[in-house]
């Protein structure tokens, strides 16, 4: 609405119950009853009262609502990885969908994500009433976790808040994600397979390390490991270059940096090898676009939107006291098998 002067209007006046009650000629007692689901009315009178208030606009007082039950129903969200470039997770096909799936799973259950930049400080946080704060990825001794715990806010993380007072977690069983990807390429002829890893300190990377190496050492393979400084489909591509670059040469590439899979099928292209007949590959990654490079391209998934789920399921039990609530979910990775491998 604007005024004669063309300039903005007051908004119009919020609908109320009675204002619902009035049109559907019920009583508010009677209509409060049918929007919250209760009451010993007639599916008549209910279904009248729930489409009156749809088509008036009307919604309830949330802010009254809330502090009736003494709760806000909101829940904190942040990235410990990426401290350095606190919004950069976002650019992230994995954080992209896990960050998603999580608001839609929270909202479904009546909660709102607050996001939250990595490296989030503590005045950022403090005065906003979280019930509980989600850490994705936190790095080792990560102090996002100290400082929820330390403020009483429940934390839910990866396994490395395991046995924490007050923190719940959901992981992926990175020793089996390993296993079942290095033994894929070997069933397919490969015996020198080099790991692209980031250079990170998060418990599921050290893992995916640890796994390798492990493999390797049962196999009696040569460890062919690069690391990659920082994210980003650079820094990655230029990773796998200088994997491809190394002698031993290796045979097969397991890139757990994420990166663009095509982008990756290039710099194989320019190193001269063919895919898959002189070098098999697999990139964890969430990326549609692996499943429409040249070759298509084998991917591991972890699954972000399972992990979503278990993760709001877990959070929601624990809030609202529901049954005997686990200490975490162990989840596994899903290896699709396309030409690359």
């Known amino acids: 609405m604007t005024t004669r002067e063309g300039q903005p209007g007051p908004p119009a006046p919020r609908v109320r119950l009675v204002d619902v009650a009035r049109e559907a000629g019920l009583s508010k007692t009677t209509v409060s009853a049918a929007l919250n689901g209760t009451g010993r009315l007639s599916p008549a009178v209910r279904e009248k009262a729930v489409e009156t208030a749809r088509r008036m606009g009307y919604r309830p007082n949330a802010t009254a609502r809330q502090l009736r039950a003494g709760r806000a129903r909101l829940i904190g969200y942040v990235v410990g990885e990426f401290a350095g470039e606190p919004w950069a997770y ?27 930049p990595a490296g989030t400080l503590q005045r950022e946080w403090a005065d906003l009433p979280l019930e509980a704060v989600i850490v994705a990825d936190p790095v080792e001794d990560d102090p996002l976790v100290e400082d929820f715990l330390a403020a009483r806010i429940p934390v839910f993380s990866d396994a490395s808040v395991a046995d924490r007072p007050g923190a719940h977690w959901v992981d992926l069983d990175a020793d089996a994600a390993v296993r079942e990807s290095l033994d894929h390429l070997r069933d397919r002829g490969a015996r020198r397979p080099a790991l692209v890893l980031p250079d990170s300190t998060t418990r599921f990377h050290r893992q995916m390390l640890a796994a390798y190496r492990a493999w390797c050492a049962r196999h009696g393979a040569e460890e062919l490991v690069t690391l990659v400084p920082e994210p980003g489909n650079g820094p990655v591509v230029r990773a796998v270059e200088r994997a491809l670059a190394g002698e031993p040469r290796p045979d097969a590439l397991f890139v757990v940096a994420e990166a663009s899979p095509p982008l990756v099928m290039d710099a194989a292209r320019r190193a001269g090898l063919a895919v898959p007949g002189e070098l098999r590959v697999v990139c964890v990654s969430e990326d549609e676009s692996a499943a429409h490079a040249d070759p298509p391209v084998s991917t591991l998934s972890l699954r972000p939107a399972d992990v979503a789920e278990e993760g709001i399921t877990l959070l929601v039990a624990a809030l609202e006291g529901v049954g005997s609530t686990p200490p975490g979910v162990l989840l596994t990775a899903r290896l699709q098998v396309r030409a690359s491998s």
């Open 90 to 116: 976002l650019d992230s096909p994995y954080f992209a969908r896990l960050t998603s799936a999580t608001a839609s799973a929270a909202l479904r259950h009546g909660y709102a994500l607050v996001m939250l």
